[in-house]
């Protein structure tokens, strides 16, 4: 299994809407276990509350849960001047392969109950 991490910053527009940066990603790597829910609790400490499932659409019009999404609305620049908000998209995939197109098995991780 191949796990991989996109960094993406919220910011409130003054009308209440939400707008997001997606300021990098992790290339894929092996995380110490197959198990996606030993992962769980790593994942929460690291990157924070656990607020949504990341889906893919099948060709067949079904969808399959391959990640979560961690919020954090507090994070500290590193210069201590403020915080920002940040959320991870985790995402876990059984085959990852890049050449000149990507070749991707997405895993199929547990669906969790979010806050």
């Avoid at 990098?24 to 994942?43: H, M, R």
Wanted: hydrophobic share 30%; aromatic share 16%; charged share 30%.
């Amino acid at each position: 299994m191949m796990m991989r991490e996109t960094i993406v910053e919220v910011i409130e527009k003054d009308d209440g809407d939400e707008v997001c940066y997606r300021l990098g990603y992790a290339e894929p790597y092996e995380p110490w276990t197959d198990d996606p829910n030993k992962l769980l609790p790593y994942l929460k400490d690291e990157y924070g509350t656990l607020v949504s499932n990341v889906y893919v659409d099948r060709t067949d019009g079904t969808t399959l849960c391959i990640g979560w999404v961690f919020d954090d609305p507090a994070v500290p620049y590193e210069d201590g001047t403020g915080t920002w908000h940040r959320q991870v998209w985790v995402e876990f995939y059984d085959k990852w392969e890049q050449n000149v197109t990507y070749d991707i098995e997405y895993a199929d991780v547990p669906e969790m109950e979010y806050e």
